[in-house]
């Protein structure tokens, strides 16, 4: 790879997701030189992708361009490409672009959606992790509309309408939310010649309550709001596999459906050549409270893809991104410290609150031991995703269309700009001529 | 095609471009069953896709939701579907989601790029006609300067960051234009590990002058702005072929480049089954100063695809948006016209100007005698394309965007969102490691 040798460490780190992010730009670049690795040339706010799949928020405003963040910032450079494996010996990244040598590395890499094995489901349902999952659902989930006004086979406009998420937790609980706001207050008016009742949102859980990880008065609310919205929830069911457009749970349950949304869960996305027995939980790397690798101390994991057990949190800090912004900023504080020979304390993570909104004026938030319910909970998850997001223009775009969505339920940002027509294409009916 | 038959005369509209909107918008449904229909769910507002290419506004703000503008009309039907053949002696549409018959046709399916035969052009050239088209060259552009950070081969690093744009109408100028300003004023902090002076942007124009349907003042203006910023522009120069990254011109000149954007020409979009004695230049279909085919007056060509000749327009009326709109407004009150039993008179076109913005304070703009140019041009540039955005919402964030750029030059919207790292993995180059 194209990078000079300077005097100075050199600290590569893969992956410009908030661990990631947040550590390339607080590292100080008069004792490092500091390279960043991302496969997109974008960093993404996950927490907001589900506005994108639901046609609320276009694209450019919940992703920011990483080497923008990186602006004037010396010694520093950014890669976009994809890193396939880590020789921890040689001390190399290779990567799509070549291979490239460490001093120190900072393993950023997230995670990505887990099917727990479930080759059925993988292979036709669809993820909602990324920013092009989100576009690629939208234009199925309007495409789906589109072509259900083409079938006059019952059945075929029943799996056409029938949209199945699985996974309570936040993601899932806010997609569902955003997509019976959109039965209920858009679909309708785009499409005058279709029967709107007849879509159907099914939230399928495992676990005995939704947003397992909230208190269970917060459980109880967002269930009672989606069900408000008309969303069918099912609690402590176990999808076994999704075949010929049918959901099968374990207990013999049936969902019939062109759309399965997959947000049950993630696990650790890690490069190749990590030493198997490090890897604990959910694919995680296990790190000590420095977040460092115990076997390779020049190894540094941060975020989804590490792992700090600890007697608070037994099974690992939990994979928010509160935690993976917080252990990019300690890093790169304490990477700054050892430089000009300070002493450096172990990671804490400070919880700062958990929320979730499921509609208009429909959310639940706890701050440390502050419960908060609908559109008071609803304006401070507002507030606090402005906040967060990266760049001022993006906030000030999203908070138009937020304004523009509340005064009207409406602003425009429906296109189907994935290669989606060739679908219909397929289901061409020349027989039934009007 | 899933579409009731009722007690008032079926008008199929094909393609919701500026004309067809216009026409389905204004069409009274009192009198009319209304049915359009376009490959797309969405109307592209054409004359600023050029700014979604160089990075300078989202797709979503230059794309408006057909079926929101139709919200509330009766009788109004909009299909998703792509148009194969017209059988008119059947009075029949044929199209990907079955047949549809007529009562009155109005054919508004725009133009396409016009490669004038030129295979091997047409083949590795870049459009810039669609939407898609311009997602997919913002990612091309972007792309190349991630891919030759990674490469050592002077050269293929050449034709990574030489742009060619052929065709010195208004698409190309103010792509030409645009691009120079990201080379100028973005890319340099984008990419602080690339010389950028190394960029090179070549316009090439097969006429004697740039903008040939403005006057000459204009033109030279034009000139002066361009190569004011490091454009170097090609008059009389005609493009021959494009093979191994090599454009060739008639003249013997060559032009190193991954990169050519064709903006040289379009030509009428028609579907199958259309008379050929009736298909003039530029594959337009000649109908009378009614709109109307002669040999099937219950057929009209509106729009791009439909060429009115006249004393002052031998050649046909230009192939600009407001040509189309106003066809699209005058059909629709002609046919409501119709339906009460009016008299109605011929299409006139009323020119009302024509602009083109080269970069920021740097504009030409003709309307009526008056000639503008500098800054004035620019903010009327700016008030005329705002007004002619659909949707408030568009027009209140491409304002927030251009005001954002004016002040820093730099809004953010640098995301390569199409599969483009599929071509930086060809290019690995595990020898050279740093």
Redesign the interface.
Known sequence: ?????IDLPRVVILGAGFAGLQMARRLNPRHYQIVLID????HTFQPLIYQVASAGL????V???I??TL??KRNT?F????VSCVDFERR?V?T??????YDKLVIATGASNNFFGNTAVETNALPMKS??DA?DLRSKI??NF?QA????DLNRREELMNFVIVGGGATGVELAGALAELKNKILP???P?LDLRQMRIDLIEAGPRLLGNMAENSSTMAFDYLRELGVHVWLETFVETYENKQVITKDGGNFKTDTLIWAAGVKGNLPDGIDASKIGRGNRVVVDPFCQLESHPEVYVIGDSGMIVSEVYPAGLPMLASVAMQQGKYLAKSFNKVAVGKSIEPFTYVDKGTMATIGRNKAVAEISKLKLQGILAWAVWMLVHLMLLV?F??R??VL??WA?NYVNY????????RPY?NH??D????E???
Chains 1, 2 share one sequence.
């Not at 890669?79 to 994809?82: L, Q």
């Open positions: 790879m194209n990078i000079p040798r496969q997109n040339n974008f276009e694209p450019d405003s992703a920011y361009p080497r923008k602006h004037g450079f890669r976009m490409a994809t190399v290779e799509t672009i070549g291979d490239l040598e920013l092009t576009l309007l495409g589109e006004l083409n079938t006059r008016k785009d499409f010649d760049g223009r993006n000030v775009v138009i269309n523009w409406n602003n425009g940002l429906r296109l189907i700009v027509v219909l294409a289901r061409r009916e020349p039934l001529m009007a």
